[in-house]
């Protein structure tokens, strides 16, 4: 019998500490973090190197999240504390090297923790598991192609290969591999989006026709009031907070709705201002309704009928307009209707049902009432629920009453998480393609590309699961571990007859693999990319649909390492040989040759070559921003969205497993999450205190946690409960060491998003 090989990391506690949750976020204690973790991984004249080139322009794009630059910058420090540390794990002086995998079996590895297999260090060189094998060896990089190409070619159906894509592809990258995909002859291309923020795409579309956001940062510093809802910038978008900053000096008020009191939210300490770092430093929220979990459409159905009232008072005092009709009128369409549906809900039930008292809803619907230039930003909070779409279309529903679309100082703000996740899917990395994108490519490129929708993550696991696809291949990412139901989706991985990581770090996904398994490794966002002697860049969207480019500055961490631009296009040029329409190593040779054909195929990209050159980028066109709804109507929409309920027993949670501020999704940088005032431990369950009173339970008990959906059971082992200030019945646990508990089939209506923030659980001890 082969040993075991571990899913999870191991459930083992590492000696948890507790202090007072922090009042300020950033100021000289994210300085003093940054040279720490830069310090781990490297020199600090390296290190600062790097950082002195972080979101400059013409520098490298940083790839801790999606946040664009503002148009003056810091000359030394545009960057933040957890940008730094995004810098410092890819840019690490650590390597693995092929005496790494000959001292570990890939069950020893497996009893690692997620922490240890990434401090590991790069990835250098390919590496090949064989069938049967315990250890992974050396290959080349041409064999490795050719046995990818043979079993390829040797499937009986292109759908039986799935290739998913994670955030941090650039543009060209990614137009390549979706080219390469649909020759190939599929549209199995599954990507992080679909567990992140494909409910806004859903929900934006249908109701604004642009899956995109309307604002640029320009309009943060012009907004009247922000609404930052499911949320943490502090950790997760810490540059945000200095847009917040001066939006604030410019009199806007910020709204946080969230139940949790996120530092981040509360007050910042500009990091790179000394005269910052002492006191308390910028007063952000004005108002902080700590909502419980999934009750965002009752909060916001709540404050819509507020605001209703307000209108009505002032009607009869003949003073200005609370609610923007005349915008309503000649914009959009289904207000009536959502009038009509509204008038089926009490105040009284809608204010208990999200928790927040009626004084506070009241008052916030004060504030509302007076402002129209109001901006919606949101995140995993909103997106992750089973009713995901509802709630941004409930939220899109509060700015049209507002008029608060198409204006400056205004609009929605889904802020992204993968730096490239919005590039890549303007470049085509979607399941589900619009026929006039494949339109373009059959007459760029002279094939007939697959018709049929592919695979989302959810039903790619499922293809695997049932042994509908057998081949996967990732371009990044680390897909058991961001995907739900772990457990399951290891079964579905080890189905597979091949396994491929293209990476730059060590991950559980290489661990769980198929009959075979290779690890592709590749250049990250910071190393040099020579093609043909010229060093080249590449280019990224923001969130706010900003294309720029970067360009990495350091040798790479090995000579055996290809760009992924390269990778692509000896795959492509192994599977198809001389059969392809596409010249593959012309676009390999010279990037501007891809950026040449992504102009000839996607809207926007007119005269790609020069406008990325320019200092500041460019600007992608957005109907929204100017108040055009590309919709069947050519209106906005109002919609109607159920309240979701949630019936629970007495010993029942809901569950958000959500970040700690020493991680980027599934890469652990350390074991801290600062803010919170929880130290070295990530096996921890967030609770109510009076919770823990009613069940008999203590402040740092060691408990299991279980979700029972359809009758089967799911189990995370030894979590320590830490007492916190959380609405009622509500917990939080960290991701992914309780993604265990979420299962396959409990994903969001219309986007199929895993329901990651909203699962009944239970604790035994
Ligand atoms: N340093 C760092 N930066 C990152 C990442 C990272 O892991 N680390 N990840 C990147 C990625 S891919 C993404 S998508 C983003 C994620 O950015 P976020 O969405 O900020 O990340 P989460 O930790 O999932 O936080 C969700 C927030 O929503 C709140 N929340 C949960 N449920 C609800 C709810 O029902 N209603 C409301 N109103 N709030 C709720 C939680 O309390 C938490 O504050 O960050 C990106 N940037
Ligand atoms: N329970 C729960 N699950 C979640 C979430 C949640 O909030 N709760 N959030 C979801 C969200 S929002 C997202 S976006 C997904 C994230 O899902 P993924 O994007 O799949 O996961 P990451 O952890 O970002 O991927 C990290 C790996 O990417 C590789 N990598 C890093 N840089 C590069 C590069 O430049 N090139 C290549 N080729 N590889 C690179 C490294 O090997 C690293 O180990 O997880 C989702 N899963
Ligand atoms: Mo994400």
């Known amino acids: 019998?082969?040993?075991?090989?571990?899913?999870?990391?191991?459930?083992?506690?590492?000696?948890?500490?507790?202090?007072?949750?922090?009042?300020?976020?950033?100021?000289?204690?994210?300085?003093?973090?940054?040279?720490?973790?830069?310090?781990?991984?490297?020199?600090?004249?390296?290190?600062?190197?790097?950082?002195?080139?972080?979101?400059?322009?013409?520098?490298?794009?940083?790839?801790?999240?999606?946040?664009?630059?503002?148009?003056?910058?810091?000359?030394?420090?545009?960057?933040?504390?957890?940008?730094?540390?995004?810098?410092?794990?890819?840019?690490?002086?650590?390597?693995?090297?092929?005496?790494?995998?000959?001292?570990?079996?890939?069950?020893?590895?497996?009893?690692?923790?997620?922490?240890?297999?990434?401090?590991?260090?790069?990835?250098?060189?390919?590496?090949?598991?064989?069938?049967?094998?315990?250890?992974?060896?050396?290959?080349?990089?041409?064999?490795?192609f050719e046995r990818i190409a043979k079993e390829l070619n040797a499937l009986d159906s292109p759908d039986e290969a799935i290739f998913y894509t994670s955030g941090r592809t650039s543009n060209e990258a990614a137009f390549l591999y979706q080219l390469f995909v649909r020759q190939f002859g599929t549209n199995n291309l599954p990507d992080c989006s679909n567990m992140c923020h494909e409910s806004s795409g859903v929900a934006?579309?249908?109701?604004?026709?642009?899956?995109?956001?309307?604002?640029?940062?320009?309009?943060?510093?012009?907004?009247?009031?922000?609404?930052?809802?499911?949320?943490?910038?502090?950790?997760?978008?810490?540059?945000?907070?200095?847009?917040?900053?001066?939006?604030?000096?410019?009199?806007?008020?910020?709204?946080?709705?969230?139940?949790?009191?996120?530092?981040?939210?509360?007050?910042?300490?500009?990091?790179?201002?000394?005269?910052?770092?002492?006191?308390k430093g910028t007063a952000l929220t004005d108002l902080y309704l700590q909502v419980k979990i999934n009750a965002d459409v009752a909060l916001l159905k709540a404050l819509i009928i507020c605001l209703l009232e307000i209108q009505?008072?002032?009607?009869?005092?003949?003073?200005?307009?609370?609610?923007?009709?005349?915008?309503?009128?000649?914009?959009?369409?289904?207000?009536?209707?959502?009038?009509?549906?509204?008038?089926?809900?009490?105040?009284?039930?809608?204010?208990?049902?999200?928790?927040?008292?009626?004084?506070?809803?009241?008052?916030?619907?004060?504030?509302?009432?007076?402002?129209?230039?109001?901006?919606?930003?949101?995140?995993?909070?909103?997106?992750?629920?089973?009713?995901?779409?509802?709630?941004?279309?409930?939220?899109?529903?509060?700015?049209?009453?507002?008029?608060?679309i198409g204006k400056e100082g205004a609009g929605t703000c889904p802020v992204r998480g993968h730096s490239n996740v919005q590039g890549d899917r303007t470049m085509g990395i979607i399941e589900k393609p619009k026929p006039q994108f494949l339109d373009k490519l059959k007459e760029n490129f002279g094939f007939e590309p697959p018709r049929k929708d592919g695979y989302d993550t959810v039903a790619a696991i499922k293809a695997m699961y049932e042994g509908k696809a057998h081949l996967f291949l990732a371009m990044g990412g680390n897909f058991l571990s961001a995907t739900p139901d772990t457990e399951f989706t290891a079964k579905a991985l080890q189905n597979c007859s091949l396994t491929v990581h293209i990476s730059t770090k060590l991950n559980r996904s290489h661990l769980i693999h198929g009959k075979t398994a290779l690890i592709l490794p590749c250049l990250g966002r910071t190393e040099k990319d020579i093609q043909n002697g010229v060093a080249q860049f590449v280019s990224i969207e923001n969130s706010m649909g900003v294309v720029h480019s970067s360009k990495g500055i350091l040798p790479p961490a090995s000579e055996f390492l290809l760009s992924e631009v390269a990778i692509v296009a000896n795959l492509a040029q192994a599977v198809f040989k001389e059969k392809s329409t596409i010249d593959w190593q012309k676009m390999n040779e010279n990037y501007d040759n891809i950026r040449n054909m992504i102009e000839k195929t996607i809207k926007g990209f007119e005269n790609y070559n020069q406008k990325v050159r320019l200092e500041d980028g460019f600007y992608l066109p957005n109907g929204a921003r100017e108040g055009k709804f590309d919709t069947w109507d050519k209106k906005?929409?109002?919609?109607?969205?159920?309240?979701?309920?949630?019936?629970?027993?007495?010993?029942?949670?809901?569950?958000?497993?959500?970040?700690?501020?020493?991680?980027?999704?599934?890469?652990?940088?350390?074991?801290?999450?600062?803010?919170?005032?929880?130290?070295?431990?990530?096996?921890?369950?967030?609770?109510?205190?009076?919770?823990?009173?009613k069940l008999g339970l203590e402040a740092l008990q060691i408990v299991d946690l279980y979700s029972n959906y359809g009758g089967e059971e799911r189990i995370a082992k030894t979590f320590r409960i830490v007492p916190y200030n959380i609405p009622a019945q509500c917990i939080a646990t960290y991701f992914p060491e309780a993604n265990v508990l979420i299962p396959i089939d409990l994903k969001a209506d219309k986007s199929h998003t895993p329901v990651s923030k909203s699962v009944v659980v239970k604790v035994r001890t």
Request: aromatic share 8%; net charge negative.
């Open 1 to 144: 019998m082969l040993p075991q090989i571990h899913a999870q990391s191991p459930a083992q506690l590492t000696g948890l500490t507790l202090a007072d949750p922090k009042e300020s976020a950033a100021g000289l204690t994210a300085v003093l973090s940054t040279a720490k973790h830069i310090l781990e991984e490297m020199n600090l004249l390296k290190g600062f190197g790097l950082l002195s080139k972080l979101n400059q322009k013409g520098g490298i794009d940083c790839m801790s999240c999606a946040f664009p630059d503002p148009k003056e910058r810091a000359s030394l420090a545009e960057y933040c504390e957890n940008g730094a540390k995004a810098i410092a794990e890819e840019a690490t002086d650590k390597r693995i090297n092929a005496d790494f995998f000959a001292n570990y079996t890939i069950s020893q590895l497996s009893e690692q923790s997620d922490y240890w297999l990434g401090k590991q260090g790069r990835l250098t060189q390919p590496m090949l598991l064989q069938e049967g094998k315990n250890h992974y060896e050396p290959i080349t990089w041409e064999n490795a």
């Open 636 to 693: 906005a929409h109002f919609t109607i969205n159920e309240v979701p309920r949630h019936e629970l027993a007495e010993d029942e949670f809901l569950m958000m497993t959500i970040r700690s501020h020493d991680q980027f999704n599934t890469t652990i940088y350390g074991l801290n999450d600062r803010y919170r005032g929880i130290y070295n431990e990530r096996r921890i369950v967030m609770m109510n205190p009076e919770d823990l009173n």
């Open 312 to 404: 009505q008072a002032n009607e009869s005092v003949g003073a200005n307009a609370v609610i923007d009709f005349s915008f309503i009128q000649t914009q959009t369409t289904g207000y009536e209707e959502f009038i009509k549906e509204l008038k089926k809900y009490k105040l009284e039930d809608l204010a208990q049902a999200s928790g927040i008292s009626l004084a506070e809803i009241r008052a916030t619907a004060d504030l509302l009432a007076k402002h129209n230039k109001i901006i919606a930003c949101w995140a995993m909070g909103l997106t992750q629920h089973k009713n995901a779409v509802g709630n941004i279309q409930e939220m899109v529903n509060l700015l049209l009453l507002k008029g608060s």
């Open 204 to 279: 934006l579309t249908e109701t604004l026709g642009i899956g995109k956001g309307s604002v640029t940062l320009d309009d943060f510093y012009k907004a009247e009031v922000i609404i930052i809802i499911g949320q943490n910038p502090g950790t997760n978008h810490p540059r945000m907070l200095s847009a917040l900053q001066k939006a604030k000096q410019n009199g806007c008020k910020i709204i946080s709705i969230n139940p949790l009191r996120e530092t981040g939210l509360l007050n910042f300490k500009h990091p790179q201002k000394p005269t910052d770092w002492v006191g």
